[in-house]
């Protein structure tokens, strides 16, 4: 039979009603006059077949009307119209949102309710769990397993509380950028701050044999005295970020001068007005704009000497940079003479590498912004070079917005292996005259000297490892820096996209910087690794004296009590046993014995003085004090043999 409208809430909940519209029913009883005569004046619709209900109180009968199966076939369309008229009238796609909110609605309620009883269900669970656990524990006095509905709800919070810890945690710190979840926070609770800063390992395979003078780097640096500390510093290797560590960033008793808006500092040795740092942020570019090592060697003892037109003087008889062929040039004795000055002074160079294909880039990039570094001298063998020795790759006032291309296909560029030709000495090759020699001789005379004078430099360190390089320099100097080195990885070198032909060609146009950079880092890395190891040993060996002096005074202080107690009771001992009281006079004498040699250097001195005094003596009192130096030794073997 066909069921009537009002019927149709039994078997489907109503909807909910829109908002700022009056509650109706799906019932067409309630519904005014109108609206149920438009119901019933449908054609096919189930209210029009379905006559006037009866009144209130008097019941339906139930052979009314016949029952046949045919509802039950019913398409969804008619079930819908019979559910609620009044939702056909909707119009279609009004009707599809309300199915989908009544769906997303049920889904919503299932998830609260299966998510209501997981938590309760590990509520229970954790509240039988404590409670075995306190009753193990606490035994009677614990009543857990009577837990009221207080605790369960406090439990329940609990367990809550930590899911949102847990969830705030990770969005904190996802994945594993917080320190706090790496297990290697937990197994080395004092990190090296020296390790691998390149993420390489911490282990390399030397190239090259170096000798303990070479990696041991210990400068007596007195900064009361005439030394001076010269930086070379080489364009686009991070020399002007450590030159300002040297001036802002060094413990000392008279810190430098730096005022504010000026670059230059005034760093003067303490109770003197003289200067121990030759360097761009102290002194100014005094011997050029970022003078290398042929200028700077020549220069810098003439401007300290206060002869600043001796730079200008030739070092050679020869005015026409031919080379120099004397060869004591490199010898020690030269080497020794150039790095001291006619009033005395110890210069001490140091400087900083980057490996050659960054350094390229970034000089590049600088140059593409408007740099031109015409300031600089290029002075050698007393002349700077002509026009003719020394082109110039541009036409106009600077060499800004020129592409890649253009920068390589210079041959006269001088960024092509700059830091061989910055420390090298170029009088050994003729200065800039590269008529001298032939080329190939020219490149291992010069990659060499490079090398001879970056070893015997008295530091240098490498941009791409800082925390290295101001461990050495604090070694090296005795001098501490207050904060430590940062390493940027990010540069302006590093956003420049090249692909592995350019690269090729870079490396190419540098080959002499590239095999400097490998010989200089392996150096660099060798003497980190030495200095490390030394200071473990002397850290080792300053423990087991620590070790030996505390066991001399133990045993100091238990030979002392044994003495004081042995004179409290002198007639208990002499009631005793003879031999036990001989004994007990030869251990009385070895210990007072063993208390005078472990004196003071003062009282043995004192000692000797008298002995010398009073040269006779008895041949017996002689040979007993033999015997009791003899057994005293013995004693003093058998501790150390105990120890």
Known sequence: MALPACAAPVLWPPLQPEREAPARTTCPRRHSRVEAELAESRPGSVAASVSADPPRGVSRGFNSQPLTDEPLKASSSQAG????????????????????????????????????????????????VLGAIFSKIFGPLASVGNMDEKSNKLLLALVMLFLFAV??????????????????????PMPDPYRSEDESSARFVPRYNFSRSDLLRKVDFDIKGDDLIVFLHIQKTGGTTFGRHLVRNIQLEQPCECRVGQKKCTCHRPGKRETWLFSRFSTGWSCGLHA?????????????????DAKLRPSSKDRRGSPNTNPDANSPSSKKARNTSKSGKNFHYITILRDPVSRYLSEWRHVQRGATWKASLHVCDGRPPTSEELPSCYTGDDWSGCPLKEFMDCPYNLANNRQVRMLSDLTLVGCYNLSVMPEKQRNKVLLESAKSNLKHMAFFGLTEFQRKTQYLFEKTFNMNFISPFTQYNTTRASSVEINEEIQKRIEGL???????????????????????????????????EQRKFLKGRFLQTHFQSQGQVQSQNPSQNQSQNPNVNANQNVTQNLIQNLLQNLTQSSSQNSIQKENRENPKQNPGQEQSDSNTSNGTNDYIGSVEKWR
Not at 104 to 117: F, I, K, M, V, Y
Not at 178 to 186: N, T, V
Not at 523 to 540: G, I, S, V
């Open 292 to 308: 290398d090592w042929t200028e700077l060697t020549s220069c810098v003892p003439a401007v300290v000497d206060g002869k600043r």
């Open 167 to 188: 969830i705030v945690l990770q969005y904190v710190c996802p994945g594993t950028e917080c320190q706090l979840l790496r297990l290697q926070a937990f197994s080395s």
């Open 510 to 544: 540098n080959f002499l910087d590239m095999e400097l950079y490998s010989y200089a880092k392996d150096l660099f890395l060798q003497r980190y690794q030495f200095m490390r190891q030394k200071d473990h040993q002397d850290a080792r060996r300053k423990r087991q």
């Open 81 to 128: 119209a019979a559910r609620a008229p009044l939702f056909a009238l909707l119009p279609r796609g009004r009707r599809r949102r309300m199915h989908d909110l009544r769906r997303r609605w049920d889904l919503g309620s299932l998830c609260r309710a299966l998510l209501t009883r997981g938590l309760a269900a590990l509520g229970h669970s954790l509240k039988h």
